[in-house]
């Protein structure tokens, strides 16, 4: 059974960094390309990076240059490092598999950049 756990969010002031980690059991995980989406109040759910399993990342422009998507195989675990945070990326945070044309989600992390 697939299961992705994530953690790692909480409150920040803008301009501040967080890093969250998503821990993914029931797959061989180092095959699969992962990835982060966020959805805040109102607003559907954004893709926001992808990394291969060649570890090759993509980024959405919201936040190119500020974060930084990776992978370790050995612990099962994807990482996205975010810096520079604002307001406007306030959202409720989820990595994502697909396979064999199922979707995996985790439960989400709250994420609120904030004064």
């Known amino acids: 059974q697939v299961q992705l756990v994530e953690s790692g969010g909480g409150l920040v002031q803008p301009g501040g960094s967080l890093r969250l980690s998503c821990a993914a059991s029931?797959?061989?995980?180092?095959?699969?390309?992962m990835e982060w989406y966020r959805q805040s109040p109102g607003n559907q759910r954004e893709l926001i990076a992808t990394?291969?399993?060649?570890?090759?990342?993509n980024y959405a422009d919201s936040v190119k240059g500020r974060f930084t998507i990776s992978r370790d195989n050995a612990k099962k675990t994807l990482y996205l490092q975010m810096n520079s945070l604002k307001p406007e990326d306030t959202a409720v945070y989820y990595c994502?598999?697909?396979?064999?044309?199922?979707?995996?989600w985790g439960q989400g992390t709250q994420v609120t950049v904030s004064s």
């Open positions: 994502h598999l697909q396979l064999f044309g199922v979707e995996h």
């Open positions: 029931g797959i061989i995980f180092s095959i699969y390309p």
């Open positions: 990394i291969t399993n060649a570890r090759v990342p």
